[in-house]
Nanobody
Framework: QVTLVESGGGSVQAGGSLRLSCVASGNVLRGYCIGWFRQRPGSEREGLASILRGAGTTLYVDSVKGRFTVSQDIAKKTVYLQMNSLKPDDTAMYYC??????????????????WGQGTQVTVSS
């Protein structure tokens, strides 16, 4: 039984940075994939980035590659999403979720589970 809790959101000016945290509890196995997603009101959930816990492999969708970076702290059972050069279009609720699979592509949010409460990111013009 693994649960995830997101934190670190807030309000920033365009061009600013935020670091989101996804803290896991429970038995997090090496084969887990942790993904980052966001959802704007009235829109479907969008995959952004992911990390395969055991190998440390990271994946990004094109819209965030070069601006967002996923990392992890194994001891703290925490996955981070460092977001730089933020744009107003990045405004959304951000979530992390998991799957137990070597297929860690973040562009299939329906294959993930364990969704947390989300953390709001607001980027002002």
């Amino acid at each position: 039984q693994v649960t995830l809790v997101e934190s670190g959101g807030g309000s920033v000016q365009a061009g600013g940075s935020l670091r989101l945290s996804c803290v896991a509890s429970g038995n997090v196995l090496r084969g887990y994939c942790i993904g980052w997603f966001r959802q704007r009101p009235g829109s479907e959930r969008e995959g952004l980035a992911s990390i395969l816990r055991g190998a440390g492999t990271t994946l990004y969708v094109d819209s965030v590659k070069g601006r967002f970076t996923v990392s992890q702290d194994i001891a703290k059972k925490t996955v981070y999403l460092q977001m730089n050069s933020l744009k107003p279009d990045d405004t959304a609720m951000y979530y992390c979720a998991k799957k137990y699979s070597p297929d860690c592509r973040p562009d299939r949010p329906t294959t993930f589970d364990g969704w947390g409460q989300g953390t709001q990111v607001t980027v002002s013009s």
